[in-house]
């Protein structure tokens, strides 16, 4: 007997299947799909939030400086000449940012090996932003889950699908 469901199919695109299931339940937060489908991407998405709430807390907050250029009303970059060319204005800015111990690092890597990028599409194509799934695990969904030992993900049986009667399943993170 084997450790995990084949699903019918080769081991690349099994792969495939569940690391896109598992970062549209992270993205979404629920997902339908059929039952053996979710008991599989179940194992791996609970373990990704456990890896989040062991590691959500192992970061250290450093100042730093940077320059960042000055903008207008417009949003458009000013421009000072010096020496009869044009040259963007920068100023310094102080930001406090979280710099992640080596432990969470290795966690956050073991993440995005399983995760696929994930573009928040607003309606056009120009606005799209890339959301980053790693930051969203450790900032909102393992703070949420850090008393809790276990059972992220909830499985909601809906009913036998019409096409080939495979029972369909609410997948969701409790």
Avoid: C
């Amino acid at each position: 007997m084997a450790g995990y469901r084949k699903l019918g199919r080769t081991s690349s695109q099994r792969k495939a299947l569940i690391r896109g299931q598992v970062t549209s339940l992270l993205n979404n937060g629920k997902i339908v799909t059929t039952e053996a489908r979710a008991k599989e991407i179940s194992k791996v998405a609970e373990g990704l939030i456990a890896l989040a709430v062991k590691e959500k807390d192992n970061f250290d907050e450093v100042e730093v400086t940077a320059k960042v250029a000055r903008k207008d009303k417009d949003g458009k970059r000013v421009k000072e000449v010096v020496d009869g060319k044009k040259v963007t204005v920068f100023d310094e800015v102080k930001k406090t940012i979280k710099k992640d111990q080596p432990s969470r690092l290795h966690a956050r890597r073991q993440m995005n090996k399983v995760l696929y990028t994930v573009t928040d599409n607003t309606g056009k194509k120009k606005d799209t932003k890339k959301v980053d799934l790693t930051n969203k695990l450790f900032d909102e969904i393992a703070p949420k889950y850090a008393d809790r030992k276990g059972g992220y993900t909830r499985i909601v049986k809906i009913g036998q699908r019409k096409g080939d009667a495979a029972m369909e399943v609410l997948l969701e993170l409790v």
